[in-house]
């Protein structure tokens, strides 16, 4: 199960930082993420984030996202800066895990989180 939180309000050209903690029966975590949905359109990615910490963004966050996890959390961050209208959207947490060494990943989604940015 993810959580997600820390959605809200914010200005343009703020900062918000979005956090997410996995719980639940898994032997791994593999890659963490991020990704967001408009009403009406498809859910696109934001950024992800590997169990080696590589990282992968979107064109139109590179340079102001930042994704991060914390291990011993078993979480994902995503510290967002210059925020632009164009960024509201419902953000959701993503990740993918094993049960048990040799097993299968097992794709899971949080309940997602409203970010809003104002001009």
């Known amino acids: 199960q993810l959580q997600a939180f820390g959605g809200g309000l914010v200005q343009a050209w703020g900062s918000l930082t979005l956090s997410c903690a996995a719980s639940?029966?898994?032997?791994?975590?593999?890659?963490m993420g991020w990704y967001r949905q408009d009403p009406g359109k498809q859910r696109e990615l934001v950024a992800t984030?590997?169990?080696?910490?590589?990282?992968n963004y979107a064109d139109y966050v590179k340079g102001r996202f930042t994704i991060s996890r914390d291990y011993a959390k078993n979480a994902v961050y995503l510290h967002m800066n210059s925020l632009k209208p164009e960024d509201t959207a419902v953000y959701y947490c993503?990740?993918?895990?094993?049960?048990?060494?040799?097993?299968?990943?097992?794709?899971?989604w949080g309940q997602g989180t409203l970010v809003t940015v104002s001009s």
């Open positions: 993503h990740a993918e895990y094993q049960t048990a060494s040799f097993t299968p990943a097992v794709s899971t």
């Open positions: 639940g029966n898994f032997a791994t975590i593999n890659t």
């Open positions: 984030i590997t169990s080696s910490d590589n990282t």
